[in-house]
């Protein structure tokens, strides 16, 4: 195995490993939010481009950052699926379809909405922020941009990617990502390149207090069975071996403890067989 195929592997292997199975077993069926995504984001393309179509789907999609903040939190998570009209459809029909599918099948559906819809979100609030910063400062955005139209699952799509490679340890992949971003805005300084860094900045924050807290589930999982052993190692009363004195570790291997109705109680007697030491002791033998 040459040494790119080595660290393919280590970069794609867990993610390609998580993909293969469900989508082997059900095929197309394995990814359907990912599928209805790709129809829905089809079908107001094509409502968008019709005469009795564009105006609804400014209505219900479109998002300014001079739009009031409620009306702007409305359309947010439908925006996701309403193309920018400065890039082609198939493009956002491609993304949606391979960056939402992988995310469904590894993070499940739930995840994949929340992360996706999270992107979003940072980067419309972000656009709302950059404009008031004003231009001069390094993340701030001209007054102009309030205007613009801001549609796609770009953001969604980035975030997604971040989390995915951050989760299954694809480090240069979600590098790679972030330095796209990046020369993108040194490039052409707009409006989307900044959201998708603002989009980037959310999930990278939600990840990482994400592995804080599992580190410390790990930590308190880990440390309370070792400290409960300790514990009852030192306790008053405990012979070498782990048995305490007087209690049942006392009884001698093989004998069983029978209570009066045949189980397991304080006034048991000990006994091994009928001819065993207790029945001797009780019959004077």
């Given amino acids: 195995m040459t040494t790119l195929a080595r660290w393919a592997r280590a970069e794609w292997g867990p993610l390609y490993a998580a993909v293969r199975g469900p989508l082997r077993e059900r095929r197309p069926p394995a990814v359907p939010m990912a599928v209805a995504a790709v129809c829905l984001t089809a079908v107001l393309h094509f409502a968008h481009n019709q005469l009795w179509g564009y105006r609804f789907v400014q209505d219900i999609g479109a998002v300014?950052?001079?739009?009031?903040?409620?009306l702007a939190l409305l359309r947010t998570p439908l925006s996701l699926f309403v193309p920018a009209l400065d890039l082609p459809?198939?493009?956002?029909?491609a993304q949606i379809l391979l960056v939402f599918g992988i995310?469904?099948?590894?993070?499940?559906?739930?995840?994949?909405?929340?992360?996706?819809y999270l992107a979003t979100l940072a980067g419309t609030l972000y656009a709302r922020l950059g404009i008031w910063l004003g231009p001069d400062v390094p993340l701030g955005l001209p007054a102009?941009?309030?205007?613009?139209v801001d549609t796609g699952p770009s953001a969604a799509v980035v975030g997604l990617a971040v989390c995915l490679g951050w989760r299954y340890r694809a480090y240069v992949t979600a590098g790679a990502v972030?330095?796209?971003m990046v020369a993108e805005i040194a490039l052409k300084e707009n409006l989307a390149g900044k959201e998708h860094l603002a989009a980037i900045m959310a999930v990278l924050v939600v990840c990482a207090v994400g592995a804080v807290r599992r580190r410390r589930v790990?930590?308190?999982?880990?440390?309370?069975?070792?400290?409960?052993r300790a514990r009852r190692r030192s306790s008053p009363g405990t012979r070498a071996g782990g048995r305490s004195s007087g209690g049942r570790g006392d009884r001698p291997a093989g004998w069983t403890w029978r209570g009066r109705g045949g189980g397991a109680g304080r006034s048991a007697w000990p006994s091994r067989s009928p001819d065993g030491p207790a029945e001797r002791r009780r019959s004077g033998r």
């Fill in 218 to 228: 790990s930590g308190v999982r880990g440390t309370g069975p070792a400290g409960g």
């Fill in 64 to 70: 300014r950052a001079e739009d009031p903040l409620w």
């Fill in 144 to 148: 102009s941009d309030a205007r613009v």
């Fill in 178 to 180: 972030i330095v796209a």
């Fill in 89 to 93: 459809v198939w493009g956002a029909l």
């Fill in 103 to 116: 995310a469904e099948l590894c993070l499940g559906r739930r995840r994949t909405l929340l992360v996706a």
